[in-house]
């Protein structure tokens, strides 16, 4: 078989597993979709910010429940609702479940759970970066070998 | 008085230029502090043949458009943002440019779409918004512009009660 299509083929099974496991959702698809020649590396750039932030925003929640005298839940809230809001616009699903219960403690005060929906996101987030990085690896892999990503929906 | 009723012989389609097709250009300016959303909400914008101008400060979007009163047609805002909420910007933008503001949230609580509703905003949209959502926002630019010279044709109709209903353009235009 051809090494573009074989290429072509597992970055199909893959995208369609991500779909599958709940890591990425449509809003991924109207990212993907976005792309054009005025900006081939849409997707890559866009994951890129993502996953800056990403960090950003989880060191923020770490800093403000270490707090010993006392937390600021509204403090957390505020970097929790931000992620929240950032996750649903690249489609990363998990994570952005996880903010959603992340929340309710917040709004509990309860800093246990909340310590557990940090640890929970944390570990989404890690896997959800490996997987697009396989991904992104994937589509250089095909441009590569002169072929075209193939639209997934 | 006889340019209001110059005016008033006038029909709004005649003045306000409806499109026909697709209006491109429009120029929008874009507010939200999430770096993410931002950009996505930028190439949408690019890709529905938009002018767009995105801020990630509320306070940098007020001061741009203080700056260049007449360089915007439409302002698209987050609503939770850090240096000043999103409602605020759109009662500021309201009360000093009255320019059409469409705001925008992840939350979609009935109290805070009323909030908006309340504070002036033409349009509120549940994010993650999609491109089809943004494709239509010229509307709101015509509509408000529809309305200002309704509100001056009204103003102006005052004169109109006095006058004969049927009468001929030209007599108008020579009774100045």
Same mark, same amino acid.
């Given at each position: 078989m051809d090494v573009v299509n074989q290429l072509q083929r597992q970055f199909i099974d893959y995208s369609a597993s991500l779909h599958r496991e709940g890591f990425l959702d449509d809003q991924f698809t109207q990212l993907q979709k976005l792309q054009d020649d005025n900006s081939p590396d849409f997707v890559v750039e866009v994951a890129s910010l993502?996953?800056?932030d990403c960090e950003k925003l989880i060191n923020n929640m770490a800093r403000a429940l270490e707090q010993q005298q006392g937390v600021d839940f509204k403090q957390v809230d505020a970097s929790v609702h931000q992620l929240k809001g950032s996750s649903s616009s690249?489609?990363?699903?998990?994570?952005?479940?996880?903010?959603?219960?992340?929340?309710?403690f917040c709004e509990a005060q309860n800093r246990e759970g909340c310590l557990r929906c940090l640890q929970q996101v944390t570990h989404e987030y890690s896997l959800l970066k490996n997987k697009l990085q396989t991904l992104f690896r994937?589509?250089?892999?095909?441009?590569?070998?002169?072929g075209s990503i193939p639209v997934v929906e | 008085m006889s340019t209001a009723s110059l005016i008033t012989t006038w029909k709004v389609r005649d003045v306000v230029p409806v499109p026909d097709q697709f209006p491109t250009s429009l120029r929008v300016l874009v507010v939200d502090d999430d770096p993410t959303c931002l950009i996505f909400l930028e190439k949408m914008l690019r890709n529905c043949s938009y002018d767009v101008t995105k801020c990630n400060r509320a306070e940098t979007a007020l001061l741009k458009l203080r700056e260049n009163r007449n360089g915007f047609d439409i302002v698209i805002s987050d609503v939770h943002m850090p240096d000043m909420d999103g409602f605020k910007l759109l009662e500021h933008i309201g009360l000093e440019m009255d320019l059409p503001v469409i705001?925008? +949230?992840?939350?979609? @609580?009935?109290?805070v779409v009323m909030k908006g509703v309340t504070h002036g905003a033409c349009d509120y949209l549940i994010k993650p918004v999609r491109i089809e959502a943004l494709k239509n926002i010229w509307q709101h630019v015509v509509r408000k512009r529809k309305n200002e010279w309704k509100d001056l044709e009204q103003s102006g +109709?005052?004169?109109? @009660?006095?006058?004969?209903?049927?009468?001929?353009?030209d007599a108008d235009y020579s009774s100045s």
């Open positions: 993502f996953f800056e690249i489609g990363a699903m998990r994570v952005k479940d996880v903010c959603i219960a992340f929340r309710s994937l589509q250089q892999q095909i441009l590569a070998a002169g | 705001m925008m +949230s992840a939350d979609d @609580g009935k109290d +109709s005052v004169e109109e @009660g006095d006058r004969q209903p049927k009468q001929s353009e």
